[in-house]
């Protein structure tokens, strides 16, 4: 049975490893029925819409072989901006588990509460969580100092 706290683990080694690589350390996790279908860190150098979330979505999507990803969960250390809330919403998956709030483009809680909204047609149980915060914080000054 993994933990949540196991998973975050898993994205602090991968963050990490993305900054390694130039990439900015944002990795994204999809587990259903408790088992870690896919994983992807942001690439973002070349394009900039290829969000680690919507990376791992599209692999989820990939490995089910199915419309929608209800009970999924995705796990990432940054809350997803405004683009990926909507795409979470869109494929149905059922919750989100995040480290830190992201001022600027946060779409779950800081700017819109979109997996939330009761005008849109699904909702997503989003949950903060405080693992590893302070590496990632720091992981994410060092990208971008
Ligand atoms: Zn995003």
Known sequence: ?????EIFEIILKECKKALKKCEIPICAIITYENK???KAINRTKNNV???AEIIAIKKAFRKLNRKFLNGC????????????SFAIVLSR????VYV???????GTYSLYQIPSDIRL???VVV????????????LLKLKFQ
Do not use: A, Q, T, W
């Open 49 to 51: 819409l290829e969000h």
């Open 93 to 96: 998956l059922s919750e989100i």
């Open 121 to 123: 047609n699904h909702r």
């Open 73 to 84: 969960k995705i796990y990432v250390n940054l809350e997803p901006c405004i683009m990926c």
């Open 100 to 106: 830190l709030r992201e001022p600027k483009f946060g």
């Open 1 to 5: 049975m993994l933990s949540d706290k």
């Open 127 to 138: 949950r903060k969580v405080n693992y590893f915060e302070n590496e990632f914080i720091e």
């Open 36 to 38: 870690i279908i896919s």
